[in-house]
């Protein structure tokens, strides 16, 4: 459905995305994650038009999306510093989005009465989060084929958070549109994505399937010392310590076993990787994402 391939972009001749690919499939809700500064603003910028990159192509349904502005109506971002300021109420926000889009009254309606607000309402007077939850009810009312989120639960609460995400995955359950988000929150990422890509100094350095893990972190002691033959594994990291040697390795659990069963090691222990760990192996140290531990629902 969406695909971005090579895309280029530099501002005041500094390279701010570089050489960046990543694809969302209709019916999935899609991560991008990574450290400030890496170019993920940026990058979703560039999908939505509001910047035009210098190389790559970017396609909706093998549209072209750079240089089509009309394909443009098919998706929709929340940016994180959308200025709302420029609407004096929510009604004029919403016949604002209704001449580029088309917009379910109802269901608009629906969304304003679960977040107890009214379309009289002027913008001045609500708070942060209100705003927001009034931009997410036209969002959520659109008939797109795309919608991306910028910092996705910033400033909403916790229930207001699990409300969007049921109505993310109601939206893609029937595989017509798809979602791609920036969150700096692993334990979100989790809690909702199908799939992760991460991005760092300007381009996307590791994707990771969060339906179905592919990552395992190995452990093998031998009685002798001696390098373990994973020739037939694909490693992604290795290092000895001792007699212990640990790996990262991609693929299937059974035959990752079945390679090590083969090596017949003193002691050996297979686990599926977290995605903190992945994504803290393909950065560097500084950077471990934000793991929340205050009891929030996902
Ligand atoms: N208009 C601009 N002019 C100059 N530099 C810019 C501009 N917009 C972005 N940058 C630079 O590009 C880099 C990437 O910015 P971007 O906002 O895309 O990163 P990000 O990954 O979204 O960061 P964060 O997680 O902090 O929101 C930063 O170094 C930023 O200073």
């Known amino acids: 459905m969406l695909i971005v391939d090579k895309i280029t972009k530099s501002i005041q001749a500094k390279e701010i995305v570089k050489d960046c690919s990543l694809s969302v499939q209709a019916g999935q809700i899609c991560g991008l994650a990574g450290p400030n500064g890496a170019g993920k603003t940026t990058l979703l910028n560039c999908i939505a038009g509001v910047l ?27 940016s994180e510093d959308f200025d709302e300021g420029q609407f004096f109420t929510i009604r004029q926000m919403k016949e604002f989005y209704s001449m580029f889009y088309q917009l379910d009254e109802e269901e608009f309606a629906q969304h304003l009465k679960h977040f107890q607000l009214a379309e009289k309402l002027r913008i001045s007077s609500l708070s942060k989060g209100q705003k927001r939850q009034a931009l997410f ?35 893609i359950s029937d595989e017509s ?35 179905e893990n592919h990552l395992f972190r190995v452990q093998l002691v031998f009685l002798q010392e001696r390098k373990p033959d994973l020739k037939t594994l694909e490693i992604v990291q290795m290092e000895q310590i001792g007699k212990c040697w640990n790996a990262v390795v991609r693929g299937e659990e059974q ?5 090590i069963a083969g090596l017949s090691p003193a002691l050996a222990d297979v686990q599926p990787l977290s995605l903190e760990d992945y994504f803290s192996l393909m950065t560097d140290s500084s950077w471990k994402g934000v793991e929340e531990n205050d009891g929030e629902v996902f």
């Open 52 to 78: 035009v990159p210098e190389a790559g192509r970017i396609e909706l349904d093998g549209k072209d999306l750079i240089h089509e502005p009309l394909n443009r109506k098919a998706l929709f971002l929340i």
């Open 177 to 211: 549109m798809g979602v791609l988000l920036v969150s700096h929150s692993l334990k979100e990422i989790k809690g909702i994505c199908d799939h992760c890509f991460l991005m760092k100094d300007q381009t996307i350095v590791a994707q990771q399937d969060l339906l």
């Open 255 to 259: 035959a990752i076993r079945s390679v």
């Open 137 to 171: 009810s036209i969002a959520l009312s659109l008939d797109l084929r795309l919608l991306m989120i910028d910092e996705v639960f910033d400033g909403l609460d916790w229930n207001v958070r699990r409300y969007l995400m049921r109505c993310l995955t109601d939206k």
